[in-house]
């Protein structure tokens, strides 16, 4: 299991610094993706399946699911689609698909050849136990991550509707 966390952090920083590095924000959407379910692979590995899932669930589904889309809704204009197609190359996945590729197969390894033994302490952790340390001790920070995130989401908002409308 020690392998296993350490490959898919090695995976996560590798596709994190795909992400600052890159120009193009649809490669670095992709390369974002790969990093989140990365960090999940972590969690699995170091024996919290459901921060794992609730990882791939919140954050590389719904989370992707609005950058992608304030991503195609700030690209308006008459050269998007020789944008999109430049994008949808095949060469463009390459990096992407073969980081998934070995966080599969780092998965498979993981599901196949443990009995249930995880990285610390041997327990799992249920959702009972993540719910209670994050509204126990640790609730002043969740509240002050959700504030934070609300406020970058209205900035968001609110430069590109200023951009917007410096362009029509």
């Given at each position: 299991m020690e392998f296993a966390f350490y490959f898919a952090a090695g995976v996560a920083v590798l596709a994190t610094l795909r992400v600052v590095t890159h120009t193009n924000p649809v490669h670095a959407l992709l390369y974002l993706i790969i990093s989140l379910l990365a960090v999940a692979m972590c969690f699995f590995a170091l024996g919290a399946p459901f921060a794992g899932v609730l990882e791939i669930i919140v954050y590389a589904g719904a989370?992707?699911?609005l950058f992608v889309f304030v991503v195609m809704m700030?690209?308006?204009?008459?050269s998007v689609s020789n944008q999109e197609h430049q994008w949808l190359r095949p060469g463009t996945w390459i990096g992407p698909a073969l980081l998934a590729l070995l966080l599969l197969g780092e998965l498979l390894?993981?599901?196949l050849s443990t009995t249930g033994n995880t990285l610390i302490t041997g327990d799992t952790v249920d959702a009972k136990t993540v719910?209670?340390?994050?509204?126990g001790p640790y609730l002043l920070a969740v509240e002050l991550a959700s504030m934070l995130l609300l406020a970058a989401l209205v900035a968001a908002f609110h430069l590109?509707?200023?951009e917007a409308k410096e362009l029509s």
């Open positions: 989370i992707m699911v700030l690209n308006l204009g008459t390894y993981v599901l719910g209670i340390s994050l509204y590109g509707r200023l």
